[in-house]
């Protein structure tokens, strides 16, 4: 009997939308306006290419395809279970055409021509003019195992879930037994190698696109072949982690013993090449494009680099990082009562805590500078402007979001008639916007610094400006992402969609739930330069020159 599947509507809008918003942050966002292409805004725009293509190869829920839990064995086909197309297919569709979808927008988001007269180019570019010949063949070698080793497990049969129970076997002990089962070798291997089989040409189809893509105006030949180069790199670098986490899902399927034979102890080896292949393609760096010797000389020794106040501001940027991954790295490891009081309000209690920790240090250090560097007798500066238009609309974007979550959860609450589960998010989001307050008046009433050079003064508060407004957007869309999917039923029930069993989250919130965090993952290690808005400043004032 042929399968029947029926693709649901959020399968087609979805990837139209994030297409669209994708796209606008590329062109609008990561491109400086009017500064066209140059080594370094081309490079950033490589860099956050490869970053959200990167985010978006995570195989994590598609792991246990072909697994069918113990415990529920009355209606194995519905739910998480991805054991039919229904569950399967969107698991793999999202990242492997994620990726690729993301790295082909990249290469249609540069900007347009300016000049009237185009220059033509007689020379025919081909794939292997710009392909990395090492990490090509890496990749291949790579495909080629996760091929081969899907399809042996194709070959390992069938197991059905045993509920997890006790056995005695004397007076005095008993054994636990159960596990979960799984379907044939065969319709798992059907569609990972469809998968691979996908990746593999819409990979091939990508390198086309860089290869053939225009060539960019305001560059010299070497440094677009360089920039087809990096591109390529990128991308051969995460489609050979995705096949490797192909390989992966396998091994999880294929590790898994028997119920009925007792054993429920089982170990997936195809995890360790899979991490090592992980870890070859984070260190596998690109090459870089070399910017105009005069840019390079400004940034080698920028003007008041060598200022104590730069160096404190500077050192204050590496202390933000030790104090987001403070709580996660005492609270697990030597105080887990931490974690157990942020737990007491969920995870939007643990983003408050890490919230909380980055101002006090932002609020400490500009205490600091004060006291060390500034003089009541020295004029105050305030910078033109803070930070730039990219970083105004990602923090207004934020804001809007987590509104938007909030009134819908709070409506799709009411609507179950269940409490308030957006309350804490709310609370604790406010919270953190209070927390803010004192770093910024603490940069806003500072005194000056004597001895300075011109603007210094003004580009040190602008950093530490642009640092809260970065801080308070990442936590605005991490509250947001938590409230979608920790209350993905409410929304369902907004949208008039009951998913069943009552247990099961609404896939569409979880999802749009798991890219709100990873986009706030990303406003938060975002360094200073990218949107600090300089290029409106002069041109040797220091808060242009200044990248932390």
């Given at each position: 009997?042929p399968v029947?599947?029926?693709?649901?509507?959020?399968?087609?809008l979805?990837?139209?939308?994030?297409?669209?918003?994708l796209?606008?942050?590329?062109?609008?966002?990561?491109?400086?306006?009017?500064?066209?292409?140059?080594?370094?805004?081309?490079?950033?725009?490589?860099?956050?290419?490869?970053?959200?293509?990167?985010?978006?190869?995570?195989?994590?829920?598609?792991?246990?395809?072909g697994?069918?839990p113990?415990?529920?064995?009355?209606?194995?086909?519905?739910?998480?279970?991805?054991?039919?197309?229904?569950t399967?297919?969107?698991?793999?569709?999202?990242?492997?055409l994620?990726?690729?979808g993301?790295?082909?927008?990249?290469?249609?988001?540069?900007?347009?021509?300016?000049?009237?007269?185009?220059?033509?180019?007689?020379?025919?570019r081909?794939?292997?003019?710009?392909?990395?010949?090492?990490?090509?063949?890496?990749?291949?070698?790579?495909?080629?195992a996760?091929?081969?080793?899907?399809?042996?497990?194709?070959?390992?049969?069938?197991y059905?879930?045993l509920?997890?129970?006790?056995?005695?076997?004397?007076?005095?002990?008993?054994?636990?037994?159960?596990?979960d089962?799984?379907?044939?070798?065969?319709?798992?291997?059907?569609?990972?190698?469809?998968?691979?089989?996908?990746l593999?040409?819409?990979?091939?189809?990508v390198?086309?696109?860089?290869?053939r893509?225009?060539?960019?105006?305001?560059?010299?030949?070497?440094?677009?072949?360089?920039?087809?180069?990096?591109a390529?790199?990128?991308?051969?670098?995460t489609?050979?982690?995705?096949a490797?986490?192909?390989?992966i899902?396998?091994?999880?399927?294929?590790?898994?013993?028997?119920p009925?034979?007792?054993?429920?102890?089982?170990?997936?080896?195809a995890?360790?090449?899979?991490?090592?292949?992980?870890?070859?393609?984070?260190?596998?760096a690109?090459?870089?494009?070399?910017?105009?010797?005069g840019?390079?000389?400004?940034?080698?020794n920028p003007?008041?680099g060598?200022h104590?106040a730069?160096?404190?501001?500077?050192s204050?940027?590496?202390?933000?990082?030790?104090?987001?991954?403070l709580?996660l790295?005492?609270?697990?490891?030597?105080?887990?009562?931490?974690?157990?009081?942020?737990?007491?309000y969920?995870p939007?209690?643990?983003?408050?805590?890490?919230?909380?920790?980055?101002?006090?240090?932002?609020?400490?250090?500009?205490?600091?500078?004060?006291?060390?560097?500034s003089?009541?007798?020295?004029?105050?500066?305030?910078?033109?402007?803070p930070?730039?238009p990219?970083?105004?609309t990602?923090a207004?974007?934020?804001?809007?979001?987590?509104?938007?979550?909030?009134?819908?959860?709070a409506h799709?609450?009411?609507?179950?008639g269940?409490?308030?589960?957006?309350i804490?998010?709310?609370?604790?989001s406010?919270?953190?916007?209070a927390?803010?307050?004192?770093?910024?008046?603490?940069?806003r009433?500072r005194?000056g610094?004597?001895?300075?050079?011109?603007?210094?003064?003004?580009?040190?508060?602008?950093?530490t400006?642009?640092?809260?407004?970065?801080?308070?957007a990442?936590?605005?869309?991490?509250?947001?992402?938590?409230l979608?999917?920790?209350?993905?039923?409410?929304?369902?029930?907004?949208?008039g969609?009951?998913?069943?069993p009552?247990?099961?989250?609404?896939?569409?919130?979880s999802?749009?739930?798991?890219?709100?965090?990873?986009a706030?993952?990303?406003?938060?290690?975002?360094?200073?330069?990218?949107?600090?808005?300089s290029?409106?400043?002069?041109?040797?004032?220091?808060?242009?020159?200044?990248?932390?």
């Open positions: 009997m029947q599947f029926e693709l649901p509507p959020m399968m087609l979805g990837p139209l939308v994030a297409a669209v918003v796209y606008l942050i590329l062109r609008w966002v990561v491109w400086e306006p009017k500064m066209g292409a140059s080594p370094e805004t081309v490079s950033q725009h490589a860099l956050w290419v490869g970053a959200i293509g990167w985010m978006a190869s995570s195989l994590q829920g598609a792991m246990n395809i697994i069918i113990a415990g529920r064995t009355t209606n194995p086909v519905i739910g998480p279970f991805l054991v039919t197309p229904e399967m297919i969107p698991a793999l569709a999202w990242p492997i994620g990726v690729l993301i790295h082909a927008l990249g290469q249609v988001s540069y900007p347009r021509p300016k000049r009237l007269r185009r220059k033509a180019s007689l020379h025919v081909k794939i292997r003019d710009f392909l990395p010949r090492p990490l090509a063949w890496t990749t291949l070698a790579i495909f080629a996760a091929a081969v080793f899907i399809a042996w497990t194709g070959t390992l049969r069938a059905a879930p509920p997890y129970g006790s056995l005695g076997e004397d007076p005095e002990g008993f054994r636990t037994i159960g596990g089962g799984r379907i044939a070798g065969i319709g798992l291997a059907a569609w990972l190698g469809t998968a691979l089989v996908v593999a040409a819409g990979t091939w189809a390198l086309l696109l860089i290869s893509r225009r060539q960019l105006e305001q560059l010299t030949d070497h440094d677009n072949s360089m920039l087809r180069t990096i390529m790199n990128r991308l051969l670098r489609v050979a982690t995705v490797s986490g192909l390989a899902i396998a091994g999880n399927f294929a590790a898994r013993p028997d009925a034979a007792g054993s429920m102890s089982w170990t997936n080896f995890g360790i090449p899979g991490m090592a292949v992980l870890l070859a393609m984070l260190i596998w690109p090459p870089k494009l070399a910017g105009p010797a840019s390079k000389a400004r940034l080698a003007a008041g060598s104590p730069t160096r404190l501001v500077v204050i940027g590496a202390a933000l990082g030790v104090a987001a991954a709580p790295l005492v609270g697990v490891f030597f105080v887990p009562a931490i974690m157990g009081a942020a737990a007491g969920g939007p209690g643990f983003v408050a805590l890490v919230t909380l920790l980055v101002l006090l240090v932002l609020a400490a250090g500009e205490l600091l500078l004060g006291r060390n560097y003089a009541p007798e020295e004029r105050r500066s305030w910078p033109r402007q930070f730039g990219a970083l105004l990602t207004i974007l934020a804001l809007l979001i987590f509104l938007a979550a909030l009134v819908v959860t799709g609450n009411s609507l179950l269940q409490d308030g589960g957006w804490p998010s709310a609370v604790l406010a919270a953190g916007v927390a803010a307050l004192p770093a910024f008046f603490a940069a009433f005194y610094i004597p001895g300075a050079p011109p603007g210094l003064d003004g580009a040190l508060r602008a950093i400006v642009y640092r809260i407004v970065r801080t308070l990442a936590m605005l869309m991490a509250q947001a992402g938590l979608l999917l920790a209350n993905s039923r409410a929304l369902a029930a907004v949208f969609t009951s998913p069943a009552p247990a099961i989250p609404w896939w569409p919130a999802l749009a739930g798991a890219l709100l965090a990873a706030a993952v990303v406003i938060a290690v975002i360094p200073v330069g990218k949107f600090a808005g290029k409106r400043l002069p041109a040797r004032r220091p808060d242009q020159d200044l990248v932390t």
